[in-house]
C-alpha cells in the first residue's frame, strides 16, 4: 500500500483559489491511479477528480470541471488538485487516494490519506 499525506488546505474567501498537495510514498506510485475525494460537514464521502498512473488521462466529477484541475508529478512522487472560483459549498475535508485502477467510488479505494481541511468561508 502507498502512503499518502495532503497538504494545501485553509481557509480561503469565496472565489479565491487552492492548490492541494499529496505525497506519496512507495515503489509503486507510477503504477496505481490516485484520486481525490471529499467530505462536507454531515455528508457522505464524494467523488472529486481521479488521474491514471501516467496522467494522461484524468476524470472529474461533472458538477466540477472546469473549476477543479487534478495532476501529478511522477519524479515528484505527488499529485495535485488545482481549485478556482471555491465557493462555500466545497468547504469540505479532501483526501487522497491510491488505487491499483482508476475508480469513483470511495468503498473501492486501496489507500486513503489522513485529510487536508478546506474551508470556504467570508
Known amino acids: 500500500q502507498a502512503q499518502l499525506v495532503e497538504s494545501g488546505g485553509g481557509l480561503v474567501q469565496p472565489g479565491g483559489s487552492l492548490r492541494l498537495s499529496c505525497s506519496a510514498s512507495?515503489?509503486?506510485?507510477?503504477?496505481?491511479?490516485m484520486a481525490w475525494f471529499r467530505q462536507p460537514p454531515g455528508k457522505e464521502r464524494e467523488f472529486v477528480a481521479a488521474i491514471n498512473y501516467s496522467g494522461s488521462i484524468t476524470f472529474y466529477e461533472d458538477s466540477l470541471k472546469g473549476r477543479f484541475t487534478i495532476s501529478r508529478d511522477i519524479a515528484k512522487n505527488t499529485m495535485y488538485l488545482e481549485m478556482n472560483s471555491l465557493e462555500p459549498e466545497d468547504t469540505a475535508l479532501y483526501y487522497c487516494?491510491?488505487?491499483?485502477?482508476?475508480?469513483?467510488?470511495?468503498?473501492?479505494?486501496?489507500?486513503w490519506g489522513q485529510g487536508t481541511q478546506v474551508t470556504v468561508s467570508s
Open positions: 487516494a491510491a488505487n491499483k485502477q482508476v475508480v469513483t467510488s470511495a468503498s473501492l479505494i486501496d489507500s
Open positions: 512507495g515503489r509503486l506510485f507510477s503504477t496505481y491511479a
